[in-house]
């Protein structure tokens, strides 16, 4: 079997497992800088089953892609201290604001950018907004099949993969045709650490915009080590359709965030009828929790 | 989250000390791996940049997988499966986790897929691991040995050995036999030529070998028959892939349950030869030795600082009489003496370290070129301070690590008698460190030359000399005191001229040696860093009390007097 490419989906996130007083604004927004960014948690355990492909399947590439600002590059730099080959860092201001409709267009439109694909994967959810949609819209929006919520990626044929899926109630093999968006949960293996070699490699690797701003004396370390430019696509590398893009792109609007505290209540049950569906449909859209 | 690295800001400390340029330069020979090696330093910043990054990988590695298992590991131990170890699942882990690091060959050169690190950064992560789990840091540090490969091997043998260790294949080096421990020189395993097969065959009985089921081990055997001592012994490499040596149990221990201790059996294993014949105890096994024990000496500052944490929280915590202990004199006393003797000890521990450092990397440099005089006598004179304060660093904090682990359990109380508290594990780890790799009286005297030829008093007069900050003045006035009954102990003793009489004071000689110089070297930290303020001032007063304690018993002590201390045998 020849290698496979393998895009890992990777976001960084304020770390919102310990969330001290001052983690929300007034304004009730996330206050992002009193919060440490880290790798997305699932995202890890994501990149985790990539490089368990790598070591398996001699030739197999993995690219890390991941948009946000332009400290973002440090998820790249932590994926290639672990053994990803490069890394995208897809940056620009007309992506502020992107809702996960939002960041999937401009995710799909990069990978598009990033030559033939054979697998994508992403963790199940990012611990900011815990949607789990980008993932699976990112497979719509490339026409490739899904599968959600993968435990282990058990084996490749090189034009299939067979993966197990932790689901609510128990487990389930599946195998699926490439090209091919899989989601990965935490229950999958932890993320190996950081290797030491490839750290003291890869540390200096910068993005051209970091370069340009640092004040540091390897600059000249860039001509003769190419592995140590990081790839920053904006929007203009990307074909895409402005309006589909940051703001104007999404269409989920905060209404408010408040603190809820989970408390079990009486199970509502529902009969899978449309009619049962359609009340709590207008139940939902009344108390403003879709809509 | 977890991390022993970050959480412990005296380690950045010691790791940034002035001299670090000195060893950085030598052991990069000026920086021109960087040619060869796309992860070798630029310049001196980015070393020092690329030490700290991995120990910060170290110290994530041991808080969130290492410190987690070694209960686990210390109840689940290894065992003895068809002649072979299989280690603890924990321990199995551990391993992996820093195998996947890239963590197994950290000072060996680049040319191997070493680190090409120097020993300081390499007995931080010691330091760091033996907090974490002190058992497993046996099965870790054993890589020292490779070092000994590199020192003494044939390029052949380093080639064929050096780049498995650095994958991460395990180390041992065996060389205790049941009826030869501290007094290596009756080694009786046997080493035998066969002519046919053009190989060494080793056949007999090792015991108390630490990690004896690793993948290539060190071996000290006979081989010049019908000889009795050191001089008939030489040093050999065996492959676990050839086959030939089964472990036939595992020693029941106090502590380091982790860390598998095997009786082994040699039947014909084929061996290689490292070095010259002969030469086996005289000089590989003193190397080796030396090496094992400055790694003994970063096993009991780790440990301490695990007792030591372990002690402060639980006295936070823990209400009596309407507050917490902490609040008592009683109890924050001893909290802050062990903290003075963690600072203490671990000052020491780079301070050696840093010496090994400097002398080890002139030792290989010579190994490529001549070197100049000044470099020359360089060497030599770091190599003396090494060998004087080896011996006196692993003595000392070994000591200091089981006072602190005491201490720690005493400060818990009923709890910390119970297998429910971390205490008691650490308790009984640090029982060995002042046994293994030399007991502390062993320590004593190879360090007694460092006070018969008057080398520890020049580095203290050189430590007496040095810029200070004049708040930092009274503790040296304190230590000129000292020194000066030092002195005077060591003039009684020396000229009494009775090698009884030098050995029944031989460790009270020491130590007050190690009380001076330990004390000045908190001093020093201080001036560089006000935070070790404390700790300067508590062990000035410990040194104070206890150094005179020791003049005082020498003073009045008289040939006639060991008559009330000797048995028959």
Same mark, same amino acid.
């Given at each position: 079997m020849k290698g496979l490419k393998i895009i890992?989906?990777?976001?960084?996130?304020? *770390?919102t497992r310990n969330v001290g007083k001052d983690a929300m604004k007034a304004d009730g927004t996330v206050n992002r800088a009193a919060l440490p960014a880290i790798f997305n948690p699932e995202d890890l355990n994501a990149l985790e089953q990539a490089l368990q492909l790598k070591d398996r399947y001699p030739g197999t590439t993995v690219s890390l892609l991941t948009m946000g600002p332009g400290r973002a590059a440090e998820i790249i730099r932590e994926g290639l201290y672990r053994g990803a080959d490069d890394g995208v860092l897809l940056t620009d201001r007309a992506f502020a604001g992107s809702d996960t409709l939002a960041t999937s267009y401009a995710l799909a439109q990069a990978i598009k950018e990033m030559g033939e694909v054979d697998l994508i994967i992403a963790g199940r959810q990012a611990i900011d907004g815990d949607t789990a949609q980008v993932g699976p819209q990112v497979a719509e929006k490339l026409g490739f099949p899904q599968v959600t919520y993968v435990e282990k990626i058990i084996? /490749?044929?090189?034009?299939?993969?067979?993966?197990?899926?932790?689901?609510?109630?128990?487990?389930?093999?599946?195998?699926?045709?490439l090209p091919l968006v899989v989601t990965v949960n935490s229950s999958a293996a932890p993320c190996r650490t950081r290797n030491a070699t490839l750290l003291m490699k890869y540390k200096h690797a910068r993005t051209v915009t970091e370069r340009q701003e640092a004040s540091e004396d390897y600059l000249y370390?860039? *001509? /003769?080590?190419?592995y140590l430019n990081i790839r920053e696509m904006t929007v203009n590398d990307i074909k895409a359709e402005q309006e589909q893009l940051g703001l104007s792109g999404s269409p989920t609007k905060v209404k408010k965030i408040e603190n809820v505290v989970l408390q079990a209540k009486d199970a509502k049950v529902l009969k899978p009828v449309d009619n049962d569906i359609d009340l709590l449909m207008k139940e939902l859209i009344l108390s403003h929790t879709i809509g | 989250m977890a991390n022993y690295y970050n959480d412990n800001k005296d380690l950045k400390f010691h790791l940034s000390h002035p001299l670090m340029q000195k060893i950085v330069a030598l052991k990069e020979r000026n920086f021109t791996d960087k040619e060869?090696?796309?992860? $070798?330093?630029?310049?001196?910043?980015? $070393?020092? *940049? /690329?030490?700290?990054?991995?120990?910060?990988?170290?110290?994530?590695?041991?808080? *969130?997988?290492? $410190?987690?298992?070694?209960?686990g590991v210390d109840q689940e131990g290894p065992e003895v499966v068809d002649g072979h170890v299989n280690y603890a699942s924990g321990t199995a882990e551990n391993i992996k986790a820093l195998v996947d690091a890239g963590l197994m060959g950290i000072t060996l050169p680049r040319k191997y897929s070493g680190l090409n690190f120097p020993i300081v950064p390499y007995i931080m992560a010691a330091d760091i691991v033996s907090r974490a789990d002190a058992g497993f840091v046996n099965i870790w540090g054993l890589q020292d040995c490779a070092e000994t490969l590199n020192e003494f091997a044939s390029p052949e043998q380093k080639e064929h050995y050096l780049p498995r260790v650095c994958k991460g294949e395990t180390m041992a080096m065996d060389l205790t036999e049941p009826d030869a421990g501290s007094d290596l020189q009756s080694v009786q395993l046997k080493a035998t030529y066969d002519e046919k097969k053009g190989v060494w065959m080793l056949n007999g009985v090792k015991r108390f070998i630490t990690n004896g089921d690793g993948d290539i081990s060190l071996v000290l055997a006979r081989s010049e028959e019908g000889t009795k001592d050191g001089r008939g012994l030489s040093m050999f490499v065996y492959d676990k892939q050839q086959g030939g040596v089964t472990v036939r149990r595992i020693e029941h221990k106090m502590g380091i349950i982790g860390s598998p201790t095997c009786e082994l059996v040699f039947k014909n294993a084929p061996a290689e030869l490292v070095g010259t014949r002969r030469m086996g105890l005289i000089k590989y096994v003193m190397a080796l030795m030396n090496g094992a024990r400055l790694g003994i000496a970063a096993q009991s500052v780790g440990v301490s600082e695990a007792a030591y944490r372990e002690a402060l929280d639980y006295a936070r915590e823990r209400q009596q009489f309407g507050k917490a202990i902490i609040e008592f004199p009683a109890v924050y006393e001893m909290l802050s003496v062990m903290k003075a003797k963690l600072d203490a000890s671990r000052t020491l521990l780079y301070e050696t370290a840093r010496f090994v450092d400097v002398y080890k990397t002139y030792q290989h440099i010579a190994e490529e070129r001549k070197l100049e005089?000044?470099?020359?006598?360089?060497?030599?004179?770091?190599?003396?301070? $090494?060998?004087?304060?080896?011996?006196l660093a692993k003595g000392i904090s070994s000591e200091y690590c089981n006072q602190n682990a005491y201490d720690a359990v005493q400060i818990h109380g009923g709890s910390g008698f119970m297998k429910d508290y971390p205490v008691e594990r650490i308790y009984r780890d640090a029982r060995i460190t002042s046994i293994y790799e030399g007991t502390t009286q062993l320590q004593v005297v190879a360090a007694i030359r460092g006070v018969t030829t008057g080398g520890y008093l020049k580095k203290i007069r050189e430590y007496e000399k040095a810029d200070l900050k004049p708040e930092l003045e009274k503790f040296r006035r304190t230590l000129i005191s000292l020194t000066e009954d030092y002195e005077e102990a060591v003039k009684k003793v020396h000229d009494a001229e009775d090698n009884e009489f030098l050995d029944f004071h031989a460790r009270r000689l020491v130590e007050m040696a190690g009380y001076i110089i330990m004390s000045y070297l908190l001093v020093l930290d201080t001036n560089r860093d006000n935070s070790f303020l404390r700790s300067a001032a508590v062990f000035n007063k410990i040194a104070k009390a206890e150094v005179r304690s020791r003049a005082e018993f020498i003073r009045a002590s008289s040939l006639e007097d060991i008559g009330h201390y000797k048995y028959e045998a």
């Open positions: 890992v989906l990777a976001k960084q996130v304020p *770390d084996d /490749s044929t090189g034009k299939h993969v067979t993966a197990l899926r932790r689901l609510e109630n128990g487990v389930e093999t599946v195998k699926a045709p370390l860039y *001509d /003769s080590r190419p | 060869k090696f796309d992860y $070798a330093p630029i310049d001196f910043e980015d $070393a020092m *940049d /690329s030490y700290d990054r991995v120990l910060e990988v170290v110290g994530e590695i041991c808080g *969130d997988i290492i $410190a987690p298992n070694a209960e005089k000044e470099e020359r006598d360089e060497m030599k004179e770091y190599q003396r301070w $090494a060998d004087f304060f080896t011996p």
